[in-house]
């Protein structure tokens, strides 16, 4: 089976074609960052627009680059939603129309859910595992069971961690997007320094809060440092805020283990998803989770494919289709779509 995928969620347009034995023909991403720059933001009519604008011609593209034709494609798949709706809605239409001409099935993937199931694009990772989905408008830990059934665990009670490393970035005068900034920043830095909050560290359960940690380092910058920062400052803070991040989602994800073996769960590995997945940091933070007999090993998708992209909505796509699931065409875009909907 092969299926063209398409995201339009937030900033990024993107196509992809990619077939069930895990081969990607072609994965295109077409970057909105400079027509939102001025803004220090994501503006969402300005993402629509843009989708709008470049969608048609990136999967024309998309199809030269994988060698194929509509005819030679066994499905359809777009992001029905979370997300932005204006830009939600550009990609969920234009699937349509290209399903409704070429007479094929059409499905709507959960972008959360295509993150969650892109490690198993890159190799056949069997079902239960652990997830830590962190991007930069969720963080949840969950346990995957199968495709549309997900349990969670825990989730931020605020600010997602991608936002936090976003708002952090603009008050450092860092670009955007913020994750990447700081963790180039921060290579430099003594994350010793200043001393910044933890938040929920050490708390019961397995929530998230970032929005402390953000203000504390406002503060810090603002009425401590009164904006005076120069390069080995600004290191310092971004080494200082990414290493609270780690010891946050150490000790969040630590919680989470220790409620599966009560329960009797086999070793599984613990997969993380997400934007903030591809900081090499973090990553290296959370190996030290493996030695955890609960937890097999840590697995976690190419740094390409953690941002969002259109192979994760195809292969998302694909698991869909390989259950028989797909949706009629009068499925209305979401702009909110929690996994939880398929609750274990």
């Keep these: 089976m092969k299926i063209l995928g398409i995201e339009t969620s937030c900033d990024e347009t993107a196509v992809a074609i990619v077939d069930d034995t895990r ?146 970035a603009k008050l450092l005068d860092l670009p955007q997007p913020g994750g990447p900034a700081i963790e180039q920043a921060a290579l430099t830095g003594d994350p010793t320094r200043f001393k910044l909050p933890r938040p929920m560290h050490h708390r019961p359960g397995c929530d998230f809060s970032f929005s402390g940690l953000k203000t504390a380092v406002r503060n810090l910058v603002v009425n401590t440092l009164e904006n005076q920062i120069d390069e080995s400052t600004r290191a310092d803070i971004s080494a200082g805020f990414q290493a609270a991040v780690g010891d946050v989602m150490v000790d969040r994800l630590g919680h989470a283990i220790d409620m599966l073996a009560p329960a009797g769960h086999p070793p599984m590995p613990l997969l993380i998803a997400g934007g903030v997945a591809a900081n090499r940091y973090l990553r290296d933070r959370l190996e030290i989770l493996t030695a955890r007999p609960e937890i097999g090993r840590l697995i976690a998708p190419p740094i390409g494919l953690c941002t969002d992209n259109g192979a994760m909505v195809a292969w998302a796509g694909l698991e869909q289709l390989s259950l028989g699931r797909t949706n009629s065409l009068d499925f209305e875009p979401r702009p909110r779509w929690p996994l939880t909907e398929w609750a274990a």
């Design 23 to 168: 081969a990607i023909a072609a994965n295109l991403v077409l970057s909105q960052f400079e027509e939102h720059r001025p803004y220090g933001g994501v503006v969402p009519e300005i993402a629509a627009r843009a989708h709008l604008d470049h969608l048609d011609g990136l999967v024309k593209q998309a199809l030269d680059v994988a060698n194929c034709s509509f005819g030679d494609l066994d499905a359809i798949a777009a992001t029905g939603g979370p997300g932005l709706i204006g830009g939600v809605m550009v990609g969920v239409m234009t699937a349509k129309a290209i399903a409704a001409v070429h007479n094929l099935p059409f499905v709507a993937v959960n972008h959360l859910e295509a993150h969650a199931l892109t490690p198993r694009l890159i190799e056949p990772i069997d079902f239960p595992y652990l997830l830590l989905l962190a991007s930069g408008g969720h963080c949840q830990i969950m346990i995957a069971h199968g495709v549309g059934r997900y349990q969670r665990l825990g989730a931020t009670i605020d600010d997602a961690a991608g936002e936090a490393f976003d708002k952090v």
